[in-house]
């Protein structure tokens, strides 16, 4: 079976400042085939939270390009991009972002809300079940300020797929987590893309052990300086 | 709907947060409605107390009619009011003094008015201020001799309540004329009036008792009324010309002749009154503009998460708009609803000996200034919402989610 590209990365750089300009991506050139896990890894200041930034649209790059399944993001009004991401791509973040005014279950169901799907009692079982199957289901009707912190990050993961994304971006997922969580985590990501097919784009800066498949690209100040692919 | 959503569960989420805030609006709203309306009811009691007693502006001058409704009175009428349409009410009246000796043997000079109680009696409304009629009629013409009284009389309730005038509804009155000539006239109404003077020495009657009293034939008073008697003294000099060509006598008062320093009063109230409206206003609209923006801060990372979900900016705008109105909305209400008891209560606990409020304020809730307390502080509240709304669509994401 031919592999199919999801993201074309042709030409980015990222430069900051007017007067001094500085450098944060220069010249990315990268695809990502549908439904492979990559990993993107690098110290602080390397680049890569810019590049996930800006493969995701929620930062534009100074020059290049990024395609998504064909589609230039950058050419999209603001309103199109916003209705890209919340139809096909899925986010986690460091600091797990769930929304204190929700409890677990209306959290994971808010992208659903944000495409304008209807939540009946069929999507609150699948949303239920979802939670089962990362490990937080007896916390369904919990607020954020009642879980742990493995647990929000696992609600936030739950979020990030329930709408059946092309692409899930996590951007350091693990980094406020203990070892033990930060592990189960990275097991879930990747249970989650064995059973879903789902693309994933990982950053980190967490030693890891890829599995067989497992893309891993390498950035520093700004340059992709090692592709391999395990 | 996503947002209305979003917007009723952060309020709900920070309940005491917002309750406080509701309390502070509501507070706001109801100072703003109180203090309208009071201003207003105040501006109308002084004005009921005055001008509203009395023509605005009357010309003194004799004029013979042999009827009302004769032609040359319908033209004089309509002369007056095509020279301003300011001018509400034209009206004739017969006025006279008499003597009514009281039961301490003192004489009292009483005035009478005649006046046409189908037309005339709108210039001080004294149809609205019947206490008590005998079988709700108003006074009129006595043709029958067989009677023991002369002619009819209305009365101010303060007349009958004075110990030296042992008079009530039906009791009969003989008074003296300025030639001496003695009159029994019969007390068919009681009406109220807040001003001492027109309760207690002013005879309200019919146009022909009233002249019978002096074997007239005329009326010696031409009275007009201007929709604002505030700005009768704009319409006066138009009155004063007119008579210039009509008449060969007259005498040409207006009501502020004698009451500039009302006038001036009621001017530093508006002042004073718009000064503190413009500052409650401002207050209030502060208070939501700055809750709003305490908001924002607060939700600042709700917002980047929400945007980077894939809420559209438009989307996000309209979660704090909707809180604005939701609060701004339940604070009118409330607020009214407070600002209307606070009124009502106001109007219950200060009353004049006779009973009546000390200032006559709005007694239906639905009234001309929550309409208007409505429509100023709806578009304020809103509009004090702006900045930190602005500063919702402006936000990026990055700035709320970069860590690296």
């Known amino acids: ?230 | 709907m996503l947002p209305f959503k979003i917007a009723l569960q952060f309020l709900k989420y920070s309940l005491t947060k917002t309750i406080v805030t509701l309390l502070a609006v509501s507070l706001g709203i109801a100072i703003f409605y109180f203090i309208l309306d009071a201003s207003s009811g105040l501006k109308s009691t002084v004005l009921s107390t005055t001008a509203e007693n009395d023509a605005h502006i009357r010309i003194q001058t004799d004029v013979a009619f042999v009827s009302f409704s004769e032609q040359s009175a319908i033209d004089l009428r309509n002369d007056i009011f095509k020279l301003d349409n300011r001018i509400v009410d034209v009206s004739f009246s017969y006025r006279t003094t008499i003597v009514l000796q009281n039961a301490n043997g003192i004489d009292n000079v009483i005035e009478m008015r005649g006046v046409d109680f189908d037309y005339g009696a709108k210039i001080v409304d004294i149809k609205k201020r019947i206490l008590h009629q005998s079988k709700n009629k108003f006074p009129e013409p006595v043709s029958d001799n067989s009677l023991n009284y002369d002619g009819e009389i209305a009365v101010g309730q303060r007349f009958t309540e004075n110990s030296n005038n042992p008079y009530g509804l039906s009791s009969i009155l003989s008074v003296k004329n300025a030639l001496g000539e003695i009159f029994r006239l019969k007390i068919v109404a009681v009406f109220i009036s807040d001003q001492d003077m027109l309760s207690s020495s002013v005879f309200f009657t019919d146009i022909e008792t009233a002249q019978k009293i002096n074997h007239a034939s005329h009326i010696n008073f031409i009275e007009i009324r201007t929709k604002d008697p505030v700005k009768s003294n704009d319409v006066a000099p138009k009155i004063s010309a007119f008579s210039e060509n009509r008449f060969t006598e007259f005498i040409v008062s207006d009501w502020q002749d004698g009451n500039q320093y009302i006038i001036n009063l009621l001017y530093i109230e508006d002042v004073s009154i718009f000064l503190i409206q413009i500052m409650t206003g401002f207050a209030v609209a502060f208070g939501v503009g700055s809750v709003l923006m305490f908001q924002v801060k607060e939700k600042i990372n709700q917002i980047g998460i929400l945007k980077a979900l894939g809420l559209k900016d438009k989307e996000t705008v309209l979660i704090f708009l909707y809180q604005a109105l939701i609060i701004t909305i339940i604070g009118l209400i409330s607020g009214l609803i407070l600002g209307f008891s606070l009124s009502q209560l106001f109007m219950k606990v200060f009353i004049r000996p006779s009973g009546v409020p000390l200032v006559s304020l709005q007694t239906d809730f639905i009234n001309l200034y929550s309409l208007l307390t409505f429509v100023i502080m709806l578009p304020t509240n809103l509009l004090a919402a702006f900045i930190p709304i602005r500063f919702v669509k402006n936000l990026k994401i990055i700035e709320v989610i970069k860590h690296e």
Do not use: C
């Not at chain 1, 493969?55 to 998504?68: N, P, R």
């Not at chain 1, 999209?76 to 209705?83: G, I, Q």
């Open chain 1, 1 to 230: 079976m031919s592999k199919q590209t999801l993201i074309k990365i042709k030409d980015i750089t990222k430069t900051y400042g007017t007067k001094v300009k500085t450098a944060v991506l220069k010249d990315i050139n990268l695809e990502i085939e549908k439904g492979s896990f990559n990993w993107i890894v690098g110290a602080s200041g390397s680049g890569k939270t810019t590049l996930l930034n800006i493969i995701s649209g929620l930062d534009a790059s100074t020059s290049g390009k990024v395609e998504i399944e064909g589609v230039d993001l950058v050419s999209l009004t603001p309103n199109e991009r916003a209705r890209f991401r919340a139809n096909n791509l899925g986010f986690i973040f460091q600091f797990h972002y769930l929304l204190p005014e929700y409890n677990a279950l209306d959290n994971i169901l808010m992208p659903l809300r944000i495409q304008n799907k209807k939540i009946d009692k069929a999507v609150k079982q699948r949303a239920l079940d979802l939670m089962k199957e990362v490990g937080i289901d007896h916390v369904h009707d919990h607020y954020p300020n009642q879980m742990s912190g493995g647990e929000q990050q696992r609600t936030a993961v739950a979020r990030a797929i329930i709408g059946g994304p092309l692409l899930i971006l996590a951007d350091e997922p693990t980094g406020n987590l203990d070892s033990s969580s930060a592990e189960a985590v990275y097991q879930l990501l990747r249970a989650l893309h064995q059973t879903y097919k789902t693309t994933f784009i990982v950053i980190t800066h967490d030693k890891i052990n890829p599995a067989k498949g497992d893309r891993l690209l390498t950035l520093k100040d700004g340059v992709l300086i090692k592709d391999v692919i395990y």
